[in-house]
């Protein structure tokens, strides 16, 4: 008995996952910023300072993203934490977070990272991302 070979059907499995990830995770994706539902607060610090933050829904969870990217040049990896704070139009709090990071070194630019959480949250209209950077690890 001739042995058959399952290569073909991987490769079919393969692409048909990718393809479902590529185009299914981001069909459910709305950008909160450009439809005017949030804004972003970002307070720096003077080793790092907090960049390309983005806010979406992704369908049940509300998703903050960016970069952290360092301010002197460095040749060590540096930690800290970003505070993430989401808040009411009236000024009240709804939730904080603390994401932990640790930068990636670079030999002829600053160091940078990324930082990301997702959160089981709806934001009202008019409600505000705080996103302030530490350079102390998050210890909790």
């Known amino acids: 008995m001739k042995k058959r070979s399952n290569r073909g059907f991987v490769i079919q499995i393969v692409l048909g996952m990718a393809i479902v990830t590529l185009f299914g995770c981001a069909s459910g994706r709305t950008n909160l910023v450009d439809n005017g539902t949030v804004i972003i607060e ?5 080793q790092a300072f907090v960049t ?3 806010v979406y829904r992704d369908d049940e969870k509300l998703v903050i993203s960016g970069r952290v ?4 040049h460095t040749l060590t990896a540096e930690r800290g934490h970003v505070d ?3 808040i009411n139009p009236d000024g009240t709090t709804i939730r904080t977070v603390s994401v932990g990071y640790r930068s990636l070194l670079a030999r002829r630019t600053c160091a940078s990272s990324l930082f990301r959480v997702c959160l089981p949250v709806t934001l009202p209209q008019g409600a505000t991302v705080r996103v ?5 690890p998050n210890l909790c």
């Open 42 to 46: 970002s307070a720096q610090s003077m």
């Open 52 to 54: 390309s933050v983005s």
């Open 69 to 72: 990217k360092q301010r002197y």
């Open 84 to 86: 993430i704070a989401l």
């Open 132 to 136: 302030v950077h530490h350079s102390t």
